[in-house]
């Protein structure tokens, strides 16, 4: 199993930026798909997380800004981050659980600066 994650980038404070997240090497259904991000000097936290039934998970921060989404059919996932602020500045990681193992993608780096 394999993750690529595109669309991270520098954005001005309260611009917007999409993530995807394609996984391949899937024969059955995802179980969880998700977002994390890991800011300097930081730990690593869960952004946002959606089962494949449709139920979703934010950390507090980004609620209401944030949205997860996902398509089943392409083993796709994508987050929407909308009033970017410079504290969501890092990396960001796709993560899928995935017949009980967890995978990860590489990171991609979303700055929000001026």
């Known amino acids: 199993v394999q993750l690529q994650a595109s669309g991270g980038g520098l954005v001005q404070p309260g611009g917007s930026l999409r993530l995807s997240c394609a996984a391949s090497?899937?024969?059955?259904?995802?179980?969880?798909m998700g977002w994390y991000r890991q800011a300097p000097g930081k730990q690593r936290e869960l952004v946002a997380g959606?089962?494949?039934?449709?139920?979703?998970n934010y950390v507090d921060s980004v609620k209401g800004r944030f949205t997860i989404s996902r398509d089943n059919a392409k083993n796709t996932v994508y987050l929407e981050m909308n009033s970017l602020q410079p504290e969501d500045t890092a990396v960001y990681y796709c993560?899928?659980?995935?017949?009980?193992?967890?995978?990860w993608g590489k990171g991609t780096q979303v700055t929000v600066s001026s």
């Open positions: 993560n899928a659980i995935y017949l009980g193992k967890t995978y």
């Open positions: 090497g899937i024969v059955f259904s995802i179980d969880i």
């Open positions: 959606r089962t494949l039934g449709g139920s979703t």
